[in-house]
């Protein structure tokens, strides 16, 4: 089988906020399928902001990318060539795969997914990486009880929406940070949270925050690190919980991420902060995509994503999520299903 491929290498690593000049283009060949091998043909790809920390070369919970070879991420796709009895050409699969047109793998590396369940794209989102990011950050570290409250930042983000929702069906109080009065539109009047904050238009956060959090603080799901998460850590109640999701105030910064020392704050309070990596659950994948499904059935969670089309265009749809374009998941449309 030798076709037009192409796929996007990391040619060099960013400082600070990623150009195109970090990325190239190359043609190369589909390879044949060996025995207990596939072709998948990409249909969407998935981009994700943990992905500017494999960019750089510093230790991290995961290796990262190597220079001049394929960025990899997650991946929904179709089955177009088979050498594996448990896969047929047409089976539509999810894996973390190449940023390429066609990727040519073991069979082990995908599993099916089901088009009539939920859409494919789905699959990248509330049932996918970040759906569960959410589910067992929220419910395994913050713990949230009825009558407590909770505090999202990234509120409107992949993770940050399906935290708030599944905080409300536990029956939480729910205020998110958002960087748009657009956003917190969403996510109160559409979502169901209490309350919400642009936190790009507020004077004073803290203030705004106490404010909406009468109560205090139980649960802080922390997607944004920064000073909005100083601001939080300041209302917490004694016990809180505090998942350590993310920090993408600080991904592209080249001068360091100082800020006020977090440890009297938490003493203090008997917090516990938790990070977490969605990889620490693998084992209990099925659960997470089980419940989830479930009330995604049921009308009690809904998701927003923001597609960019074209193969071309990854790389800009990568850039976007740092300068707060996406509403919910974003993904790039790379073609449609043949099959």
Known sequence: MTKENQQIVLAKRPEGMPTHENFTYEDVEIKSPQKGEVVVRSLYISVDPYMRGRMSDQKSYTQPFPLNETINGTVVGEIVESEDDQFSVGDKVTGFLGWRYYNTIPSSQVRKIDGEQAPLSAYLGVLGMTGLTAYFGLLDIGEPKEGETVVVSGAAGAVGMIVGQIAKLKGAHVVGIAGSDEKVNYITEELGFDAGINYKTVDDIQEALSGLCPNGVDVYFDNVGGEISDAVLNLLNSFARIPLCGAISSYN?????????????????????????????????????QDLAKWLSEGKLKYEETITDGFENIPDAFFGLFQGKNLGKQLVKVADPKY
Not at 254 to 278: C, E, M, N, W, Y
């Open 253 to 289: 910064r080249t001068d360091g991420d100082l800020g006020p020392r977090v440890q009297t704050k938490l003493l203090k309070s008997r917090a516990k902060l938790q990070a977490f990596i969605v990889g620490d659950y693998a084992d209990r994948f099925g659960e997470g995509v």
